[in-house]
């Protein structure tokens, strides 16, 4: 498995790549890798041709509010797993890489699918995601890239971006990777506190609840209403609880084909984010 972290670096391990192969599929990441990412980089392995995975803690998808110093990092040990799943190459840019002094463009997703929902709750969050991926894209020359539904919100966002800027890049989508339990997996589940681990299962079975209510025919309103009350009973801060056209996450008001629930909700100091096929 390849390193790089310059420019230079990377163009000459991915020309490389490039020439063994001429398709090459990106894994983005921001490192703290765990068993969701283990599947989008197999997955991007077992397409057949090379994989690259970038680690980057990008700065300017954290909102003001939110604790970039404290988002963990393991080099060692995510570099250890990425040889593991099969990557042959690994982008480890800095910041002043991927932010030149001087850099003035970014991009900035407007109306669906970014507004709303993360868009509303975290500004700035998709100009960041955008800026970054396309950013990456550009760097690495992926003619592919692998990301999780967990973060469905996000895979819109990009899905659009590519369409809209006419990207020559395939986006692929991962299922969500859960525990047993149904928690589905994420860097941040490492700040569930004991007990709050083992009530955090209940957003997925609210999800399920939800779904199986609105197959058999109930109201999406009633349905959604009982689902955000059952997670307050839990002991939940539900940020939001809808019914949602897949591609655009317009709210909509009863089961359409590609609808999705998707749900937002804090358990102590975490923000459990989930998300599942409807009808
Ligand atoms: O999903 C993530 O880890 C990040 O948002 C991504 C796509 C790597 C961009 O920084």
């Known amino acids: 498995m390849r390193i790089a972290r310059t420019l230079p670096e990377l163009h000459e ?7 063994r192969a001429g398709a090459l599929t990106l894994v983005p990441t921001m490192g703290a890798l765990h068993a969701g990412h283990g599947a989008l980089v197999r997955a991007a392995v077992a397409r057949g041709d090379p994989t690259a995975a970038s680690i980057f803690v990008n700065p300017l998808q954290f909102a003001p509010t939110e604790d970039l110093a404290r988002y963990p990092r393991d080099e060692a040990g995510d570099l250890d797993k990425l040889r593991a799943w099969g990557c042959d190459l690994v982008w480890l840019p800095d910041i002043a890489t991927m932010y030149p002094a001087g850099a003035a463009t970014t991009i900035v997703p ?37 990301f999780g539904e967990k973060d469905w919100q996000q895979l819109q966002v990009v899905r ?57 025919g109930a109201e ?48 102590g100091p975490v923000r459990l984010l989930d998300n599942l096929a409807a009808g």
């Not at 009982?226 to 996450?249: M, R």
């Open 13 to 19: 391990a991915t020309a490389a790549l490039r020439r």
């Open 220 to 267: 999406a309103a009633a349905a959604l209403a009982e689902a955000t009350a059952a997670l307050t009973a839990d002991g939940f801060a539900v940020d939001y609880f809808a019914l949602v056209d897949g591609p655009s996450l317009r709210a909509i008001p009863a089961l359409v084909p590609g609808a999705r629930l998707i749900a937002a909700a804090r358990l």
């Open 110 to 146: 407007e109306g669906p699918p970014a507004e709303g929902w993360e868009g509303a709750a975290r500004p700035g969050h998709f100009r960041g995601v955008a800026t970054v991926v396309a950013k990456l894209f550009g760097q690495i020359g992926a003619t592919h890239a692998c």
């Open 160 to 216: 659009r971006m590519v369409a809209d800027l006419h990207l020559p890049v395939a986006v692929i989508g991962i299922a969500t990777v859960r525990e047993a339990d149904g928690l589905a997996l994420s860097s941040r589940n490492r700040y569930l506190a004991a007990d709050e681990r083992t009530r955090a299962p209940a957003l997925h079975r609210a999800l399920r609840h939800a779904a199986g209510r609105l197959a058999a």
